[in-house]
């Protein structure tokens, strides 16, 4: 009678799965998660694709590319007309208000700096053309 | 009789209560694997050029630098030019949704970061963005 009374006990109190080795398991994976993780966010400007056949939809929107050309030297042409880097938003905002939807090529000489080029873009996006595409130019 | 009985029973609950501990690391766990993103950095230390509009990509995983002497870091290690193409298309099977930022050096040519970007495209990958550091 003692002998099964204590065997009932002990049955009793271990009725739950034993969670241990699960623990174990679940902390691993969170270490390798935790050592994984990285949180970069990288902020930066989508460069649109070139139109594959901009003849074609120039003639049926009717829209004009503006072209902004950039020196080997960092000198900013906008539609061919030298530009100040201040004055291209300003540039950019007035052909914008001419023919809507227009997009921008960038045609930056393959010498010149990727700052001027980032910041011209930048330009343009705040003069309220999303629409910018880069082109390498292998000229003078 | 019974006090024995009683003792038995607290022999057999030694141990912590793991349950609660159970539920906060399962809770961190899955906090972990959601926000984890799997970037493939490109190992390498560039001074970003700044913008304003510059936007944050969701997707723009696959980070490829460009140096001021135009070497260009993907993956945490330098590659040649001609190599890019092979390994963007690698990632690009594993995860079709990602996209390329390329964060090219102030001092940069234009030059090489239109390369890389054209062998990005070629690799199967349209949308491509160029790091920034907004606002200023």
Do not use: C
């Amino acid at each position: 009678m003692r002998l099964r009374h204590h065997r009932q006990a002990v049955d009793e109190s271990e009725t739950g799965i034993d969670l241990a080795p699960m623990l174990d398991f679940v902390l691993n994976l969170l270490i390798f998660f935790i050592i994984t993780a990285v949180f970069v966010k990288e902020v930066g400007i989508t460069v649109s694709r070139p139109a594959s056949q901009p003849q074609a939809t120039e003639e049926k929107k009717k829209v004009k590319t503006i072209v902004a050309t950039i020196t080997a030297t960092g000198e900013i042409l906008i539609n061919g007309r030298l530009v100040d880097l201040r004055a291209v938003r300003a540039n950019i905002e007035r052909f914008a208000a001419e023919s809507p939807d227009s997009p921008v090529v960038v045609i930056a000489h393959k010498e010149a700096a990727t700052g001027i080029l980032v910041q011209v873009m930048d330009q343009v996006r705040q003069g309220g053309i999303e629409n910018v595409s880069i082109a390498a130019s292998e000229g003078t | 009789m019974r006090p024995v009985r009683h003792t038995e029973d607290l022999a057999g609950h030694t141990g912590i209560d793991l349950a609660p501990m159970l539920d906060f690391v399962l809770n961190l766990l899955i906090f972990f694997i959601i926000t984890t993103s799997f970037i493939k950095e490109a190992g390498t230390q560039v001074k970003r050029p700044e913008a304003e509009t510059a936007e944050y990509n969701r997707n723009g995983n696959i980070l490829i630098a460009i140096r001021p002497n135009g070497d260009i870091w993907l993956d945490r290690k330098q590659v040649e030019l001609r190599d890019v193409r092979p390994i963007i298309e690698r990632f690009h099977i594993e995860r079709p949704e990602d996209t390329v930022v390329i964060i090219a050096d102030k001092e940069s040519q234009t030059g090489v970061l239109t390369q890389v970007m054209d062998q990005v495209r070629a690799a199967g990958i349209q949308t491509v963005s160029i790091a920034a550091l907004s606002g200023s």
